[in-house]
């Protein structure tokens, strides 16, 4: 497992030091499940909804590497598929499985206008989520009803919580296996704060499961060490 993203993280932002411990047991926790073959299912509404695709599309697909398939599978669409196996084989990347609940269009309006909206994501975790998997919830207060539903019968279904609040924490954060409350209040400031946490997170899993060596991503993450006296 990788950690390096989440010190360079605190090196550029200094003001999310406090949750340094947090971030640390989040990407162990997400780097587990997807270890075992779980997946992560992402929530939120709103601005949290879009970073809640904006956080998907960087574990699908490659975010900082090029995430080549093993040989054996290029081999395979070769084999079967000819000249178009080739061309796949060239284009496919490796994913890290993730879906954001906020995308399902047709489902989430149905169970709105069906049931009730403050159970959107909840029906999604119930239908889709297994032990082992990990929801990835998003709330800026921590008290979105349909966020905090979603967490409820992740418990249920003996699925693992990450919370990403803001510094409250609400009640999310109460039922969050790990909960990263970044130190901000006003909604705009803690949606500030949580792209370059997701970033580092994306960034910390991609490198365990796709650089070869500790060189392999080029990016904005890379930087100074954290100094010896904030390592602690």
Not at 15 to 42: F, M, N, Q, T, W
Not at 143 to 163: D, F, G, K
Not at 177 to 197: F, G, M, N, S, T
Request: proline share 6%; hydrophobic share 45%; net charge negative.
């Amino acid at each position: 497992m990788r950690a390096e993203p989440v010190a360079q993280l605190l090196e550029r932002l200094p003001i999310l030091r406090p949750c340094r411990a947090a971030l640390e047991a989040a990407v162990r926790l997400l780097y587990d499940s997807l270890r075992a073959g779980g997946k992560i299912l992402v929530c939120g509404n709103g601005g949290s909804a879009a970073d809640s695709e904006h956080l998907v599309a960087d574990l699908m697909k490659g975010f900082m590497l090029p995430r080549p398939i093993p040989a054996d599978d290029k081999a395979w669409l070769a084999e079967r598929a000819g000249p178009r196996g080739t061309d796949i084989a060239a284009n496919l990347q490796g994913s890290l499985a993730s879906i954001s609940l906020g995308s399902q269009g047709a489902l989430t309006t149905a169970i709105a206008n069906d049931v009730r909206f403050d159970m959107v994501f909840a029906q999604q975790v119930n239908g889709l989520g297994r032990p082992g998997d990990v929801l990835f919830a998003l709330s800026t207060s921590g008290n979105s009803p349909s966020v905090v539903n979603a967490a409820h019968v992740a418990r249920l279904r003996r699925v693992s919580i990450v919370a990403l609040t803001g510094r409250d924490g609400g009640e999310l954060a109460e039922l969050a296996d790990v909960a990263i409350r970044v130190p901000a209040d006003r909604v705009y400031e803690v949606q500030e704060l949580h792209l370059p946490v997701y970033h580092a997170l994306a960034l910390a899993l991609e490198l365990s499961f796709f650089a070869e060596t500790p060189d392999d991503a080029q990016s904005e993450f890379e930087s100074r060490p954290v100094p010896a006296s904030e390592s602690d």
